[in-house]
Structure formats: C-alpha cells, structure tokens
C-alpha cells in the first residue's frame, strides 16, 4: 500500500475522548468556533511524467503521448491550508457538531509578481481559505515546483524554486544574500514589531508551520504562538536545513518523516546516554511485531529522544504505509511512557496508487484538524492523564485516511480530499472490518440480496482481522461440479453464472477475469461486470490475457508482423477492461508464445519481440501494472520463450519498466524444477502477482491441486518469503477441483494458507531460521518446519 503513517512522541494531553468512532460524531452541547493558521510557501508546479527518474547526467523524455501539467497549485503551505479547509468541521455536509468547531482557516505567505500568483490566490479563495494576511512581493516571481512523476507507481522527485517564499519576507526582517535586496522599497520596508506579529497570530486557535519559508519567520510566528499558549505544529518538510533550538522549543508537534527525523537528530551533538525507553520494552516488541522487521523501531525512538533532549516536546514522524506510532515523552510526573500504534488506513476498494505529491501535506493537515476539534484548548496540556489516548488514536486514523485519498489522484491541491470522503473510507474500514468479524454467510445458490453477508477475508474457524492479503480464486473453477448447484440456480455457463456462484465463498475477496475470453457480445462488457462485482460486495483483482486459439502459431511472437500488432492491441484492450473494473493489474500469460522443436525459431527474435511488445503497453498503460506469467511447458507450447523465473527477470530487466514485473505461479515453479520459496526471494520486490496451488510435478503436468497439499513445506517457505519481501498483491489460487466442489476446494485454500502465513510468521518471529541458515542445517531445517506444522 501507498498510505501514510507516523511515530509521535508527545506530552500527555488532558482530553475526555468520547468513543472510537469517526471525529465528527463527538458532540458537546457547547461548541467553540476557533481558526487555524497555516503559514508557509506557496508554488506553481509543473509535473513532468516519466518512466523513471534520470541518473546523473542522464536526458529522459516524457512518457509516449503524456504532456507536462503546468502552473498546478502547490507548495506545502497551500496545500495545507486548504486541506484544513476541506477537511474541518465547517465543511462537515453531516450536520454533527464537534468540541471544537473550525470555522475559519487562514493562510499567511507571500504571493509572487507574476501570473502565477494570481492561479494561486484563487485556489486558496476558491476553497474558502482566508488570505487577507497574506503579502505580495514587487520582485521576486512565486515559487516554482518541477516534479517528476512515475505515474504507474506515484513516487515523485521535485526541484524548487522558492522565489517569493523564500525572499519576499523583508518587513519580517529576513534579510536576502542578492542584489535585488538592496532595492530602495526593501532597505525602507517597516519591519513589524513583535505586537503586530502576535495580532496577526491572536485570532487562531492553531498554528501550522512549515520549511519552505525563512527559519526567522517560522521562530517569530512560533514565539507569538507560544507567547499566547496557541499550539504550534512544525512540519519539518521543505527545504534540507537544520533546525534551532529556538524553534523546537516553540513546537507542540514536530513533524518529520522518518528520512528528516535522521538529519535533524545526526544535527544535534547528543553526548547525553538518557533513560527515555526505560519501561517501554514490552511496548515496542509488541510493535515491532505488528509493523515487521521494515522498520527499525528502537532507531526511531532513539532520534527521537535525541530531539526531545534537545528541546523539542512532541515528536510527529510520518512512516509512509506503515502505520503510525504515538509515544509519550518521559515527564517528571510520569513513571512511565507509553506507546500508541496505528496501522495506515487502506486504499479505497479499487484505488491505486497514482502520485505521492500531497499526501504528507494531506496528513498533516488532517491531524491538526482532528488534534483542534477532538482536544480543542487541551491540546498542549500537560497534566500527565493517559485519558487522551483514545482522541489521539482516532486524529491519527483520520489523519491517515487522509493521507491515503490523497495518493490515489495527481496533483497536490487536486488530490486533496473532503471531509465527506475521509468519513466515508473511515466508515468503510469499520464495516469491513465487521464483516470479516461475521461467522456465517449465504448457502451455495443463495439470493443476490445475501450475497453481501458473506464475510470477505474471514472464512469459519480462521476469521482474521489482521491477514494482509485478499484472496481471489479461479473463476472458471465454478463451472466443476454443477451438480452441487442449487437446480433453481442452473444453468451456470456465463462469466455472469460464474460470478455468482463465486460470490458465495466465504473469506474470497476480488476475482480475476479472463481477456477476452470473459468479455464481449456473447458475455458482457466490463462496465456490466463492474456492476456485477458491486451487486456481490467484491472486486476485481486482476485482468488475466487468455489470447484466442487464431494466435496457435504465436501471440507477441506470432511470426507474422499483423498477427503480432492484433496481440498487442488485445493486451492494450485488457489493460483498459482492467482501468473500467478498478484494478489496475494485467498478468499477461500466453499459451502459445514459444516452440516445439529444434530449429523452428529464432530465440533471440522472439526474445526481442516479446520485450519490445511490453515496453509498448507500459508506456501506453503508465497506471498499469503489467506482470508477464511464465510456464516452463504446456501441451500448446513445448518450450516456452521465458520458461523459467531467471529468464523472466532477465527479461523484466531488459524491459526496463518500472510498471513491468512477474506473477509467479507455484505449479509453474515447480515444474521448471524450481524451489518456489528462492524464486520469490529472487523476484523480491518485482512479484506484482502470486498464484497458489501445489502439484505432483510429473513430465509437463499441471496438477492444480490445493495449496500445500503435497509439498508443505515448499509452502511454508514461500509464505515465509512472502512475508520477507514485503508483498503488497492479493493471493489467487489457480486450481483445478474438476471432482471436487469447487466453493468449498476455495474455502479449505483459504482456511490453509493462512494456517501457513501465521506459521511463517512464528518462524520470521524467531531466531532458529536465521542459525539455519547461517549454518545451513538441513535436519534444522527440516526439524523447524515440522515443528511448526504440527502446531497447526
């Protein structure tokens, strides 16, 4: 996932919290009507869309009919003040009331001498931002961002030009190191005393900083705040600078990412060996444990601690997807510290991760808001009761929600979500989470109107909340065993029939559609099965490539240069089926692109063919994430043209796609005569796709037999691989119950490989695998996977 998460450390906050559910639902017959001030830059941006970022000295060209977005509104102090806006309580379409109602944001930053300025002023108006305290600079253009975008993945890479942001604060007495500075206008410019700097902070109830403007105007802001007991968070994103002590001791919220927290603590000469972590050794395994060894937990609090000696009082560090941590600094009264953990907020169904541009800015914003309206004047209180964590928890998942809407749309102020839509994906998360705690579901041939109790990602006695993945299953699997099938249900011959029957599969998730082969005049379109998967409370996982028989010679390697376009153009096809369902994934497995003899072609050909054919659909489908199946033999194909997992990613290399990866297949694995376990340890980070099953792995069989059937062991290990590598896809199982029913062959897959995902974790969670493989132990070896499958 694409979400944003974070580590505070914080003074404890006096607050009575009301409960867990979403922030407006919290109402108090006595309201307070109080304003945040956001005062930072502001940038016209320009993104730049591109297949990967550029090495040093390198010239790239932008993606193949994509053109640069220019003058969109950004720059972090715009975009959030008008995330505060979006998404406070004044703009709550609910009606519910808050302890602290925002009804009014503020933004204080100084605009340029050029037309974009104009842009700029009107997106913050346009979202009802007050910008009355805002200066307008005679010589120095507004600021500029140039960002690089990988559209397929959403990373971004920016240059910026600070302009007015950074010079255009002269009657704040900053003083500029260049020529235009020694202007008349300046050098005669009133600087403001410290009484018109508090009148200017006086009428909010919070004030949002961050660094992409002077450090003097930051520290004279922060003081008035200070000064007024107005609480004041710091962003430390911007510019690559360190921070004074003089700042950080005016913060309530210092707020890093985990790449910023290291700089600014390696700043600061910290000698002192202090106790901070004195009692929260219980707390930090139990975290480590549910965020994974990605993290290094105890480096983290360490910065942190170096920071707080150091001045400052809460520490805010967003991690990314996660989760986010809260710990409460060591006070003189307090005994003991203690830690909140909360997971990143998921992806809307169907959403994708398309531009990472706004979503810390998104999160920020979203946290003040929550911290206002949930703690209101309590929020720097610092009377040592715990009674706060509640409220604290809940600003972190709404800030979290935030941060993960604003991922899934381009552009800064663009990607900015409503309140609305933040309440509705908290609410989603809730009743997902209700419908994986249910322990029933609808029988096979049960009504469209039960099919949405079924629970989705539970199943019987393995219902669990905290499993990562969505199953999917092979839907062509439901036309096995239709004298199983409720009589009233019959025919089932449609992908429409399919659908249905596999709707009632208790703890399936998503399904994969064959194209073209699920599409079309005879079936449907995907808008049609859009609407289906809706009606059954799934959605669509991937779109699979099932090329017609006309390809028998050959899709992307079809020796005849039209039959070759018509393939490609069919993928392209399956890519857009594939954006109309929600997914954004096509695994492309052709069961005729190879040969059966000696001689019969040429493989460096072929080889080329194949390459330059996915590197056209990535660059036509950037969104997409293609992933290329291998199979080592087939009764179509003897030898295929990538018939093993090296060969694959030899040829994901020489595509050279960030947008292009492999789905591995466990019955492929082990008929290529591979360990499955090392081949994803290989794929690592580019396994897009797995697909589980097992198999006898006799001479060019594909057995499709359920998972860990026959080789336990073998998936155990790739379970335990899975969980190293971090996977972020949904599981498939690719079987074949051809004299089995085939909803409760999904089911038992399912029940199973969570048995060996937890397995694998008892395994990850110990220190017996890593001696194993230091010593390389087989009967260790051996020995541990026995030991853990019979606790199962």
Aim: net charge negative; aromatic share 6%; hydrophobic share 40%.
């Amino acid at each position: 996932t694409a979400s944003v998460g974070i580590v505070i450390a914080t003074f404890p906050v006096g607050v009575d919290a009301a409960g867990p559910s979403p922030i407006s639902s919290q109402t108090t017959s006595q309201t307070a009507i109080r304003s945040i001030l956001v005062a930072g830059s502001l940038n016209a941006d320009t993104f730049l869309p591109i297949h990967r970022f550029p090495s040093s000295g390198e010239n790239l060209t932008l993606l193949p009919n994509r053109h640069p977005l220019v003058d969109v509104p950004g720059g972090k102090g715009c975009n959030q003040a008008i995330a505060c806006a979006k998404l406070s309580s004044n703009n709550n379409e609910n009606g519910s009331t808050n302890k602290m109602t925002i009804g009014k944001v503020a933004f204080l930053g100084q605009f340029g001498n050029d037309s974009a300025s104009i842009i700029l002023q009107n997106a913050l108006v346009d979202n009802n931002v007050d910008i009355t305290a805002c200066g307008h600079s005679k010589l120095y253009p507004s600021g500029r961002g140039y960002v690089m975008i990988v559209p397929d993945t959403g990373e971004v890479s920016a240059v910026v030009s600070g302009g007015s942001n950074l010079y255009g604060w002269g009657s704040w007495g900053v003083e500029n190191n260049n020529s235009a500075a020694d202007d008349a206008s300046t050098v005669d410019e009133q600087i403001l005393t410290e009484e018109r700097v508090q009148a200017i902070v006086s009428p909010h109830a919070l004030l949002l900083l961050q660094c992409e403007v002077p450090h003097l105007v930051n520290v004279r802001l922060a003081r008035a705040a200070r000064n007024l007991d107005i609480p004041v968070i710091v962003d430390v994103g911007g510019e690559d600078r360190t921070m004074e002590r003089d700042l950080l001791e005016c913060c309530d919220y210092l707020v890093p990412n985990e790449t910023e927290l290291d700089r600014l603590a390696k700043s600061y000469q910290d000698d002192v060996v202090g106790d901070d972590q004195d009692g929260m050794t219980e707390q930090m395994k139990d975290i480590q444990a549910q965020i994974g060894p990605s993290l290094d937990l105890p480096s983290i609090l360490k910065s942190v601690a170096t920071l707080q000696r150091n001045g400052a009082s809460n520490v805010l560090v967003t991690l990314g997807s996660r989760g986010s941590i809260l710990v409460k600094k060591k006070l003189a009264f307090v005994s003991r510290p203690s830690i909140l953990y909360q997971p990143s907020c998921s992806l809307p169904s169907g959403s994708s991760v398309v531009d990472e541009t706004g979503a810390g800015d998104c999160y920020r914003a979203g946290f003040a808001v929550a911290l206002l309206e949930l703690c209101g004047s309590s929020i720097n209180g610092s009377n040592g009761d715990d009674a706060n964590d509640e409220a604290l928890q809940r600003c972190m998942e709404f800030a979290s929600a935030a941060g993960a809407l604003a991922v899934t749309r381009q552009g800064a102020v663009p990607s900015i979500p409503s309140r609305r839509e933040v309440e509705e994906l908290l609410s989603a998360e809730v009743t997902g989470k209700s419908a994986n705690d249910a322990t029933s579901a609808g029988e096979e041939g049960a009504s469209l109107g039960t099919l949405k109790a079924v629970p989705r990602g539970g199943s019987g006695d393995v219902a669990d909340d905290n499993f990562p993945f969505m199953f999917g299953s092979r839907i062509n699997s439901m036309k096995d065993r239709l004298d199983l099938v409720d009589p009233s249900s019959l025919p089932v011959s449609t992908p429409r029939d399919y659908l249905l029957r596999q709707s009632t599969i208790r703890g399936l998730g998503c399904v994969d559609f064959n194209y073209p082969q699920h599409f079309g005049e005879e079936h449907w379109t995907p808008e049609e099965a859009k609407e289906a998967l809706d009606e059954v409370n799934l959605v669509a996982g991937a779109v699979c490539l099932r090329y017609p028989s006309k390809f028998a010679r050959g899709a992307m390697n079809h020796p005849e240069e039209d039959m070759r376009r018509e393939a490609i153009e069919i993928t392209k096809q399956a890519a857009e089926a594939a954006r109309v369902l929600g997914c954004n994934e096509v695994v492309v497995w052709s069961a005729y692109d190879g040969y059966d003899y000696p001689f019969q072609v040429k493989y460096q050909e072929k080889w080329d063919q194949i390459v330059s054919a996915f590197q056209e659909c990535c660059d036509a489908y950037p969104n997409i994430r293609w992933s290329l199946e291998f199979k080592p033999t087939d009764e179509n194909t003897r030898f295929f043209t990538v018939p093993s997992t090296g060969a694959a990613m030899l040829l994901v290399k020489e595509i050279d796609r960030p947008n292009m990866g492999l789905t591995l297949d466990m019955g492929h694995m082990l008929m290529a005569g591979e360990n499955p376990g090392q081949s994803i340890a290989m794929v690592g980070d580019k396994l897009f796709g797995i697909q589980l099953n097992d198999g006898y792995t006799r001479l060019a069989a594909e057995d499709g037999m359920m998972f860990g059937s026959i080789h336990p062991s073998m998936a155990l290990e790739a379970m335990y691989q899975l969980r190293q590598i971090d996977f972020k896809g949904h599981l498939y199982f690719d079987t074949f119950p051809q004299r089995t029913d085939p909803v409760k062959e999904a089911e038992y897959n399912i029940r199973r490989v969570k048995e060996f995902w937890r397995a694998a974790g008892e395994i990850l969670d110990g220190k017996e695998a890593e001696r194993i493989a230091r010593e390389h132990d087989a009967i260790g070896a051996l020995e541990l996977a026995d030991d853990v499958l019979r606790r199962r």
